[in-house]
């Protein structure tokens, strides 16, 4: 219960409101394009290093469609 109320007081925080303003924008708008927009929802192959590879290439697609548009 002590670590829920630490958690708490962190969560907020000045601090800890303006990270989670910013992390909608960062990181759950990239997700959200790799999921619904590349049709990406599971990994096909199993194993650490092989799914480590195949989220590598994903992210790859993502960053260069990115590219591709600012061009």
Known sequence: IRLKAKAKALLLSEQGIAH??????EVEAVFGNIKQN???????LRGLDKVETEIGLVAMAHNLKKVGLRA
């Open 20 to 25: 989670r303003k910013r992390r909608c924008w």
């Open 38 to 44: 590349m049709g990406f929802k599971r990994f096909m």
